[in-house]
């Protein structure tokens, strides 16, 4: 079993930045691949970024803005967002499991954080 708590989420003007946290607990955090999803209100959990042992995956739509990443010591994985724009709002969760882009390869989740970008 692995939990997992997310932090860091607030409210934001457009073209700033924020950065989220997740902690985890529980075993084998190393083992498991490393995400972030997305869900605003009324539509579906969409892909942010991925972290595996040595490569990252972004959806196109944050790649440039957005970075992941993990520091296995601490079971912590890390997004930290950049030039936020307003269709960046939305509640972020965390997620381990398996490496890809699907809600299907991740076994685990964190409760959420919101963030809002205001125009």
């Not at 040595?54 to 950049?82: C, D, H, P, W």
């Not at 882009?101 to 409760?111: L, R």
Request: net charge positive.
């Amino acid at each position: 079993q692995v939990q997992l708590v997310e932090s860091g989420g607030g409210l934001v003007q457009a073209g700033g930045s924020l950065g989220l946290s997740c902690a985890a607990s529980g075993r084998s955090f190393d083992r498991h691949a490393m995400a972030w999803f997305r869900q605003a209100p009324g539509k579906e959990r969409k892909f942010v970024a991925a972290i595996g042992w040595n490569s990252t995956l972004y959806t196109s739509s944050v790649k440039g803005r957005f970075t992941i990443s993990r520091e296995n010591a601490k079971n912590t994985v890390y997004l930290q967002m950049n030039s936020l724009k307003p269709e960046d709002t939305a509640t972020y969760y965390c997620a381990a499991g398996s490496y890809g882009i699907s809600t299907n390869e991740y076994h685990y989740w964190g409760q959420g954080t919101q963030v809002t970008v205001s125009s």
